[in-house]
């Protein structure tokens, strides 16, 4: 039997299997994105595929306080964006 990774959500503080999340990472050139493959070099934070996660961690700062930067609202749109396209996939 294999271990599954978990990770836990700066939203809703869960923690849930690695690949059923998000990863938003701060690379080493100051870009904030989604990561999808979950390998891009930086610093990472993971976050469940839901709007209601996301907006708690926006309101907490929670993204902010895990990847050590500002995130401008823009940052924060293009985020919810790809939140937003995955919820509806998913």
Avoid: W
């Amino acid at each position: 039997m294999r271990k599954i990774p978990l990770r836990q959500c700066v939203g809703c503080q869960e923690q849930k299997p690695k690949r059923s999340m998000l990863r938003i990472v701060l690379t080493p050139t100051g870009e904030v994105h989604v990561d999808l493959t979950g390998k891009v070099a930086g610093r990472g934070a993971y976050i469940c595929s839901t709007r209601s996660c996301f907006d708690i961690a926006r309101k907490k700062k929670a993204l902010e306080r895990a990847l050590k930067t500002q995130l401008s609202s823009e940052i924060y749109d293009r985020l919810i964006s790809v939140v937003d396209m995955n919820e509806q996939d998913g």
